[in-house]
């Protein structure tokens, strides 16, 4: 089992930089690959950023360039730093944890933090 709580969001104007964060706690974090998605009102939760537990990284298209996912296992905790952002980033975003064990999946979320850009 594993907590995800993720903090960081808010209100911001449009060019403006917010870093979303999301601590991890029961297991271990280093295992999991580790996601960030978001769901604006009256739209599907997509992708933003992923980050497998090597540290490879993945991208939605409109945010490449401006996004930055981290991980550092040591705090056991998932950054999502946005730069340069835009009033269609508003939404509710979610941290995520995932692992396959075999035929298992393991699949977690965070509860989601509010990002409002402001034109």
């Known amino acids: 089992q594993v907590q995800l709580v993720e903090s960081g969001g808010g209100l911001v104007q449009a060019g403006g930089s917010l870093r979303l964060s999301c601590a991890a706690s029961g297991s271990i974090f280093s295992i999991y690959a580790m996601g960030w998605y978001r769901q604006a009102p009256g739209k599907q939760r997509e992708l933003v950023a992923t980050i497998t537990s090597g540290g490879n990284t993945n991208y939605a298209d409109s945010v490449k360039g401006r996004f930055t996912i981290s991980r550092d296992n040591a705090k056991n905790t998932v950054y999502l730093q946005m730069n340069s952002l835009k009033p269609e980033d508003t939404a509710v975003y979610y941290c995520?944890?995932?692992?396959?064990?075999?035929?298992?999946?393991?699949?977690?979320w965070g509860q989601g933090t509010q990002v409002t850009v402001s034109s």
């Open positions: 995520n944890a995932n692992r396959v064990a075999g035929v298992l999946l393991y699949d977690y």
